[in-house]
Each structure stands twice: as C-alpha cells, then as structure tokens.
C-alpha cells in the first residue's frame, strides 16, 4: 500500500507552532536561496526564507524518519482574513491567464487556495534533471508512461496540500508549476487543468487549476487511501 510505503520512509507533521515554522522557513532558504538561489541569500539573514503571503498560509512538512531532518514542505496560502487580496499566481501571470478558465472578477477568494513553496531537500533531488526543479521531478518521470508510477516526495506534497484545502473546505486549488510535473502528477491521478500561459518563471512554468470534485474523481484508490490518512494528521 502507498500509505505504507510513506509511512516507512517519512512522516508528516502538522506546523502549528513558531518551531515547525522556522524549521519550514529554513528548509526553503537552504533550497531556494542556498541550493537553487531563486531568492538572495543576503535578504534573509536568520537563515528563513519568508515572503509577504506567509501570514495568509497553511504548512506541511515532510520528516525524513532515518535522518530525523525535515526534508521537504509545502504551503497553501489562502484569503486568511478574507480582504480578498491576490493570490501569488496573479502577480506573476498578470495578463496571461485565459479568460475562458478563469474569472478573477467573480473568483470566490474565500473558497480557493495557491500551493506554493514546494521544497525538498537536495540530498532527495539525486535523479537526472531533478537538481533544477525545488519539487524534485526529473526527466524520467516526466517522460514515463504506461504503468502507474508514484513518485513519492512530489506526490506526497501534493497530497498533503490538498489534505490542508480539503479540511479548510476549499472549493479548488491553483499553482504554479512545470507542464512536466503537471504531467507526472497526471499520471498518478491527480490532473490539473492549465488555466493561462506558460511564461518563464524560474523555468518555464504556467497557472494550472485542481478542484476538489476532479481531485476526488482522479484519484487511484491507493492514492485516496494516502491522503485521508493526511487529513487526519493534519487536522
């Protein structure tokens, strides 16, 4: 079973108090200031790495059981206070997005959330092509077909974000990513609709969309049975 399989390898934690934050803030400034240097190094001088939506978001944090290190996290950032204030995806596609899958003008803000800030570790980015990417997804994955695979960190991620939208009740969910990831995910249930154009951000990458009705239609019973399980861990 997969939630068997995770079990084995990591465990996920709730981040509910300042200590798993930081631990959350420093995970992202190893992956993006150190390892990959989306962001500047010198802007975060306590070794966290914060932006303005933190303040409006949900986490997850992966722990690795062998190293007892946090390798991995996700946030889901959502209208916290309801001041229906932009979701990241809109500052950075302003004018690229496609008017016939998305409305921000009738967007109910209260029922929707952005994942962001995926990050793992780069001692678990070891395969071809995975250095780039901070959610670990290489160019065997993305090139895979036929039998189902799960590549577990980037999938569990996922999962673990929509565990987060699911118990707050969201309607659906929007991210950034690569067509490629958006195809692996695909691939083991969880299918994302592009909602605007690919642009170049940090690699190219393009707003795509999952609501909880496609996200509970596509998912593989294995699948279903791993998030569940993350819902009740976080709650």
């Known amino acids: 079973m997969l939630v068997d399989h995770f079990d084995q390898y990591f465990e996920l934690l709730p981040v509910t108090d300042a200590v798993a934050r930081a631990a959350v803030h420093r995970l992202r400034y190893a992956v993006y200031c150190e390892e990959l240097r989306y962001e500047e190094a010198s802007a975060f001088p306590d070794g966290q790495e914060r932006d303005s939506h933190d303040n409006d978001a949900l986490y997850a944090l992966l722990r690795h059981r062998a190293s007892d290190r946090p390798v991995a996290c996700v946030r889901l950032v959502v209208d916290g206070d309801q001041r229906g204030r932009p979701f990241p995806f809109e500052q950075v596609c302003a004018g690229r997005l496609d008017p016939a899958e ?3 003008r009738t967007l109910d803000r209260s029922r929707c959330g952005e994942i962001s800030r995926l990050a793992i570790h780069q001692d678990f980015r070891r395969r071809r092509g ?3 990417t901070p959610e670990a997804v290489g160019d065997a994955d993305a090139q895979s077909g036929g039998q189902r695979r ?3 960190l980037p999938m569990s991620l ?4 929509a565990a987060l939208a699911m118990n707050r009740g969201l309607a659906q969910v929007f991210v950034m990513m ?3 990831l958006a195809r692996l995910l695909a691939s083991c249930g969880i299918r994302f609709t592009a909602v605007g154009e690919v642009i170049d951000y940090h690699g190219l990458r393009g707003p795509f969309r999952i609501t909880h009705a496609a996200l509970e239609q596509g998912l593989p019973p294995e699948a279903r049975a791993l998030l ?3 819902r009740h861990r976080l709650r």
């Open 150 to 152: 799960y590549p577990l």
């Open 228 to 230: 569940d399980a993350m």
């Open 158 to 161: 996922f999962l673990a974000a």
């Open 178 to 180: 690569e067509p490629r």
């Open 102 to 104: 998305i409305d921000l």
């Open 130 to 132: 995975e250095w780039q």
